[in-house]
Structures are given as structure tokens and as C-alpha cells.
């Protein structure tokens, strides 16, 4: 593992963050002020998902080794996966995945873990795994797997494609298949399953909106007497909050005060928790602008845009090669989900405090790339 971590240290560190970071977040050059969130950037679970990985090319020399679908969500960490001779398969692999592994073949599962079916396939092919799943998404299953066993319907706050939603989905039909579950994505969804919660309303109308997120012969009538609110690890906690809220008070609407038929597990994680306060505290100094480093894809790292939106111009990049000039941003907006370009976006006054933060999924050399292009940009010399 010593080895392994000098590796995976020699890929991802950031001498100048490191330093940044001991010095309390703040940075003066010139008449540019840097302030970094004092939580952000790698995760545990995501260094021990990293870690395994690149353990997994050191144990099995001479065994092909495949990766799930992507590690983490960030592009250039999965670039390097690929770099060290791992394969790749879809994160919900085809058949044509499936016919090429076999014995001997080695599968790496990534932090957010995988679907029941997809696992249990992968074994039936005669294949190792190295199982990278995150702990913390681990409770979730085993709070879902006890609604199942209790005849409680999980009803889950996540992203209903994010990897770690579908694998929690599986757990959530509990072993014999029998569990319910229903996705939402956001407060308007719960809305919707609070008002049938509290006055009925059209099974039709609610399987035509739920049926493809929602466990196989959902019944709305029979599947929301009894349930219990879960979230994918990386949700936004106030968001959370309003839903669980929400539900639980339908449910204290239509059973007349009583809500022993709501059970809810607080399972936002621990990294993704730090990283939204420390943003929120970060939002309380003196900024003229936030930029967020991370994979497009990453749930924790678009929550943190959204939260820095809503009180100052926040962009959100891949890494440094989208501050493309002075003017220019290449950057992901998180309404129309796409890369878009835009400009005017580094203010021209004489000095400017700008904030940066990360995902749990961005390394520290991408976060310290960005502080010296942001620099150069303003004209700044940046730290050897
Ligand atoms: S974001 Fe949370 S759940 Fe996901 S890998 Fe990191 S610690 Fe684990």
C-alpha cells in the first residue's frame, strides 16, 4: 500500500494547495485574493476507492483488470485508470461487456458501488472483484434492506441514473426481491408523492410519471402506507430536509397526527455534509466570484454550484483548460446540463477575492492548476 499511495500521491498532489491549506485558505498575490473552502477535494471514500484500484494493477500482474463504469466522477482521474492498463466496462454493462470477461478476469466495482444483478452476472463469469464501495454508501443499503425486510417502501432522494441511486434501488427489493422503492429527484417530485399521500389521486397518473424509477409492480395505493426516506449519499442537505418534511407531514395529514408510518435515516454523508458547510462559511467572507473544480457529473460537486449560485457568479469547470482567457469560460451550467461557453466572467477591477472549492471527486493538482491559470489571467505572478 506504501507503494501504491506514492503513486497515487505522485498523481494527484498539490504541493501549492497543501500549503494553501496550512495557512488557514488565503492567499494574497498582489492584488488578487485567493480563498479556498477549508473542506473540499478528495474524499476518504474516494482515496480508498483511488487506493484500491491502483492496488488492484500491482496484486494481479498478468490478469486483465476491468473498471465498472467510471471510479469517481471526474474525467482526468478515469483518463488515469486507463493510463495504468485498466479496461473499461459500462457502469450497467451490456451484453457484449458480460461475453468479454471471464475467469481470471479481474472487476473493480467503484465508490458508489453497483447493482445486485450486475455483481451477481459479474460473478457468474468466473470473475474476481475488488469492491470499492464507500462505506457511508453502505449504511444506506442496510437501511434500505431493513425496509424491505419490515415492509416499509425506500423511498429515495437521488438521482434516479447516478450509479450509486441504482445500486441502492437493488438493495431496497431487500433478498427476495419483495421490497419497494420509489426514486424522487427533487421537492416537486415529493410534492407530487405527498399529495397522492394525502388525498389519493390517479394510480395511472402517478405510474406514468414514477413507474420507470420505482421498483417492478409499484402500486401507489398499496406501496406508500409505510415508507422511509433515504438520499443517495450526495444530495443537498436543505433539499433533503424540505422533502423529509414534506412527506412526513402527508403522512401526518392522512393518518390524523400520527407519523409512525414515516421512518427517515439522515444519510448524507459525512465528506459531502463538511463540503456544503464549509462552502456556506466560505460564502460569508468578502468574494467577487466562486469557482468550483470538478467532474460534470459529480452529484456533490453541481450541489455546491448551487449553492454558491445563489449568492454570487459561480462557475463551475472541468479543470484549468476551461479558463480559456481573461474574458472566456468554458463552463457547466447546471440548468441545461451542458458545457457552455461564456465571457466577462474575471471582473477587471484592480482587486479581486475569488473562492474555490472542489467536489469530492476532484484531486488537488486540478484545484491547484486552477489557482495559478486564474493568477496568470489576472496578471498575478503566481508562488514557485
Ligand atoms: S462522497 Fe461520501 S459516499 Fe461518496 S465516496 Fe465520498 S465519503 Fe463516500
Redesign the pocket.
Given at each position: 500500500m506504501l507503494e501504491v499511495q506514492a503513486q497515487v500521491e505522485s498523481h494527484y498532489h498539490s504541493h501549492l494547495v497543501n500549503t494553501l491549506r496550512a495557512e488557514g485558505g488565503t492567499m494574497i498575490t498582489g492584488k488578487t485574493t485567493i480563498r479556498l473552502a477549508k473542506q473540499f477535494g478528495f474524499?476518504?471514500?474516494?482515496e480508498r476507492?483511488i487506493d484500491l484500484a491502483y492496488a488492484a494493477t500491482k496484486v494481479f500482474v498478468g490478469n486483465r483488470i476491468f473498471l465498472l463504469g467510471e471510479i469517481?466522477h471526474n474525467p482526468d482521474v478515469n483518463a488515469q485508470m486507463q493510463s495504468l492498463g485498466i479496461r473499461h466496462l459500462h457502469a450497467r454493462p451490456t451484453s457484449s461487456d458480460f461475453e468479454e470477461i471471464g475467469t481470471g478476469d479481474i472487476v473493480v466495482v467503484p465508490?458508489?458501488g453497483a447493482e445486485t444483478e450486475t455483481i451477481e452476472k459479474i460473478k457468474s463469469r468466473g470473475c474476481r472483484i475488488v469492491d470499492t464501495t464507500?462505506?457511508?454508501?453502505m449504511s444506506v443499503w442496510k437501511r434500505v434492506r431493513q425496509n424491505a425486510r419490515e415492509g416499509v417502501t425506500s423511498i429515495i432522494h437521488g438521482k434516479s441514473s447516478h450509479e450509486?441511486t441504482l445500486a441502492t434501488a437493488s438493495r431496497a427489493r431487500g433478498a427476495d426481491g419483495s421490497g419497494r422503492y420509489l426514486v424522487v429527484f427533487d421537492l416537486e417530485e415529493a410534492e407530487f408523492v405527498s399529495r397522492f399521500i394525502e388525498g389519493g389521486g390517479d394510480p395511472k397518473e402517478f405510474m406514468k410519471r414514477f413507474g420507470s424509477v420505482s421498483s417492478p409492480g409499484f402500486d401507489p395505493v398499496r406501496d406508500l402506507i409505510r415508507i422511509g426516506l433515504a438520499n443517495q449519499?450526495?444530495m443537498l442537505r436543505s433539499e433533503t430536509e424540505a422533502i423529509q418534511s414534506r412527506l412526513r407531514d402527508a403522512i401526518a395529514k392522512r393518518d390524523h397526527g400520527d407519523t409512525s408510518s414515516f421512518r427517515v435515516f439522515d444519510t448524507i454523508?459525512?465528506?459531502?455534509q463538511e463540503r456544503q458547510d464549509s462552502l456556506f462559511e466560505l460564502l460569508d467572507k468578502t468574494l467577487d466570484l466562486l469557482v468550483v473544480v470538478g467532474g460534470y457529473n459529480s452529484s456533490?460537486t453541481t450541489h455546491l454550484v448551487e449553492i454558491g449560485t445563489q449568492r454570487i457568479p459561480s462557475w463551475f469547470i472541468r479543470n484549468a483548460s476551461c479558463l480559456v482567457s481573461k474574458d472566456e469560460i468554458r463552463h457547466y451550467d447546471i440548468h441545461i446540463k451542458q458545457e457552455i461557453t461564456s465571457t466577462g466572467w474575471l471582473p477587471e477591477s484592480s482587486s479581486l477575492s475569488i473562492g474555490i472549492t472542489a467536489g469530492?471527486s476532484c484531486p488537488n493538482n486540478l484545484i491547484e492548476d486552477a489557482i495559478r491559470r486564474i493568477l496568470e489571467l489576472r496578471g498575478e505572478k503566481p508562488p514557485v
Open positions: 474524499c476518504y471514500g474516494v476507492a469517481i465508490a458508489f464507500c462505506g457511508d454508501v450509486e449519499t450526495t454523508c459525512g465528506a459531502t456533490n469530492a
